[in-house]
């Protein structure tokens, strides 16, 4: 497939490789150097809110990006009630979303790759042709369907479509995986008399679980992050997502109305409160984190 | 095991099409009812929330729909749009994005890319790969919002630094003038290290055959040719598919309209996505929005396609 790259490879000089070394280490440092500035400007952002959830309003009209001392920690215990109601709310979403997204799309698989059945393939079709259609066909008429549902500020309105949706990604990514799994160790349990269902849920679900891991990872990044499916369906404080909050409570400080114009400490205090679930995640979780980030373009 | 439906010539297509086989179509069916049965809850799900909703979407766009009623209009829907002013001005912002996101959106990932593939220490690179996907553990409204800070007139971050250094003319309210406030959408997230990206093009370059890479190391050619001749031919695949996704990310985006300019100010850096969201849930014009989301949905696909026919492989030429 590549053959026609390595022409002229094969003529190595072999009288070179000291200097090659030499321009190698050389070059190692350039990348350093280039990196380094790279990733501190990446994480820029991020040091300015640690900077500045520690501020209070003097501070912070005095030295609105520098580090001010005293650090004022009690900011996040301010604002650490209202947040973890909203990491809540977020976490009652996903944690029941995701495993029903899980479980719906690893049974599908499992149905898909293992079983021979008339017109199969045009059922699996019709599942993955809906990765298609991109999200703005959806947003308009399934507001309309969950208003007429009555799911309009119930978690159910976050739910259902977070659950579709990730079936519909989860039968893409377990199918192959699925049918990869050798043969011998699903027929031996049939031969030992256990049902689809028993075989289903002894074998082949815990042979999945890196790639169940790595799916979840991508759905919980993309409902953590969803702004605007949860702004249109929950209009109730007592609802609102992680993103919902941090939205309300920015806005507020942006634009000087409850809680005060002068409370930027405690909006970046928030601002870093949000973030923590995903870092516990990311701790333990690291490979299937890494490995959902990168498969998340597998979508298309 | 008996319960296997076995064909000798299995294929989806051989079900169609006459059997040569005893048995007819709809004796295998029933045979396979149960294979059916665990089918059910899952398109039961994806009947209400996945095929209902687009085909609604369609119908939509050809009424006048407000949320309550509304009557079969036709084709008046697209016509409107053909003389909205602001929607022209959101196509124009969404051209300009685009041809913006192209580069930002691919050159520093591939980048960064390419100098952690060099890296020759894998502890370093480790470190590295993981230090760059810190920011995708904070939820994107947080980001958006930090940049709404960083551009902020009074406190922000860029205003004090130019007063910092003695150019306090320069400040600005950047994301409340009409000139500033596109180009510092497009500017947002700099330097546009998208650790998603990063670690697609990563992955690829990865996947390059060792040999490849050290027998153009051997022949001391510039790291640079190598790149050209080896790498980027190698990973086109990779790039087409972040292309897509870029395109894809940027048409049906609107997180920064919707939480940092509003759109605004003017028309300054609406798009069609968020003139769509706007008419649709600040002035009940469903009908009017889904039209413009099925425009948008046409244009996704065709570009998709265009994309994934226009930009070949160099390798599969060569094949």
Redesign the interface.
């Known amino acids: 497939?590549?053959?026609?790259?390595?022409t002229?490879?094969?003529?190595?000089?072999p009288s070179?490789p000291s200097s090659?070394r030499a321009g190698?280490q050389r070059?190692?440092g350039v990348?350093?150097l280039?990196?380094i500035p790279?990733?501190l400007?990446?994480?820029a952002?991020?040091a300015?809110?640690l900077i500045d959830a520690g501020k209070t309003t003097e501070q912070?009209e005095a030295h609105?990006?520098a580090l001010t001392l005293p650090y004022h920690f009690e900011n996040y215990w301010v604002m650490a009630g209202g947040m973890s109601r909203y990491i809540i709310n977020s976490s009652i979403v996903s944690g029941i979303a995701i495993p029903l997204a899980l479980a719906?799309?690893s049974?599908?698989s499992y149905?898909f790759a293992r079983?021979?059945?008339?017109?199969?393939?045009?059922?699996y079709y019709a599942?993955i042709m809906?990765m298609?259609?991109?999200?703005?066909?959806?947003?308009?008429?399934?507001?309309?369907?969950v208003?007429s549902l009555g799911l309009m500020n119930t978690r159910w309105a976050l739910i259902?479509?977070y659950?579709?949706?990730g079936?519909?990604f989860g039968?893409f990514l377990i199918r192959p995986f699925m049918a990869g799994l050798a043969e011998e160790l699903f027929?031996a349990a049939?031969?030992d008399g256990a049902g689809?269902w028993q075989v289903f849920y002894r074998i082949a679900l815990p042979l999945c679980r890196p790639i169940l891991a790595t799916l979840m990872i991508i759905l919980l990044?993309g409902q953590?992050?969803d702004?605007?499916w949860p702004?249109?369906t929950m209009t109730q404080d007592k609802l609102y997502t992680?993103?919902l909050g941090?939205?309300s409570i920015?806005k507020s400080v942006?634009h000087g109305s409850s809680l005060g114009q002068t409370q930027?400490g405690f909006?970046f205090a928030a601002?870093v409160i949000?973030?923590l679930p995903?870092?516990f995640v990311?701790i333990l979780a690291?490979k299937a984190?890494?490995q959902g980030?990168?498969s998340?373009?597998l979508k298309? | 095991m008996r319960d296997i439906v076995h064909t000798p010539h299995a294929g989806a297509s051989n079900y169609q099409t006459h059997s040569a086989s005893q048995n007819t179509l709809l004796q295998r069916m029933w045979r396979a009812k149960r294979y059916y049965l665990y089918l059910v809850p899952i398109f039961a799900l994806l009947g209400v929330f996945s095929y209902y909703p687009p085909i609604m979407a369609l119908y939509y766009s050809f009424t006048n729909f407000n949320g309550v009623s509304g009557k079969f209009i036709g084709l008046e829907n697209f016509s409107d749009l053909a003389t909205d002013r602001i929607f022209r001005a959101s196509i124009g912002n969404a051209i300009k994005l685009l041809l913006a996101n192209m580069v930002t959106g691919l050159i520093p990932p591939l980048l960064v890319a390419e100098l952690l593939f060099s890296l020759r220490s894998r502890r370093m690179g480790d470190f590295y790969r993981t230090a760059f996907l810190i920011p995708t553990l904070v939820p994107a409204i947080v980001i958006i919002m930090t940049w709404r800070y960083i551009y902020h007139a009074r406190y922000g971050l860029i205003n004090s630094l130019l007063s910092a250094v003695g150019l306090d003319f320069l400040a600005h309210d950047w994301l409340g003038s009409f000139d500033t406030a596109l180009p510092a959408l497009i500017f947002f997230g700099f330097p546009w290290i998208n650790a998603t990206i990063m670690l697609i093009l990563l992955a690829a370059l990865i996947d390059i055959p060792r040999e490849l890479i050290d027998a153009f190391r051997l022949d001391s050619t510039s790291t640079m040719q190598r790149i050209m001749h080896v790498d980027l031919p190698y990973i086109v695949g990779a790039i087409r598919l972040v292309i897509v996704l870029n395109i894809i990310a940027t048409l049906q985006g609107f997180n920064l309209q919707f939480a940092m300019t509003g759109g605004g100010p003017g028309t300054a850096t609406t798009v069609p996505a968020f003139h769509m969201f706007s008419q649709a849930f600040f002035s009940s014009r469903f009908g009017y929005g889904s039209a413009i989301g099925t425009l948008l949905f046409l244009v996704i696909a065709g570009l998709t396609v265009l994309t994934r026919r226009y930009l070949r492989s160099g390798i599969e030429y060569e094949a």
């Open positions: 497939m590549f053959v026609t790259v390595t002229g490879a094969s003529n190595i000089r070179q090659i190698l070059l190692q990348l350093h280039i990196l790279t990733l400007l990446s994480l952002p991020l300015l809110l912070f609105p990006w719906l799309a049974y599908t149905v079983f021979k059945f008339p017109g199969k393939e045009m059922l599942i809906l298609m259609i991109p999200f703005v066909l959806y947003l308009v008429p399934q507001y309309l369907l208003l259902f479509p659950a579709a949706g079936a519909v039968v027929e049939r031969i689809d990044l953590w992050n702004i605007i702004s249109v992680v993103t941090i939205f920015a942006f930027w909006m601002f949000s973030s995903l870092v990311f690291r984190f890494i980030l990168s998340g373009a298309f």
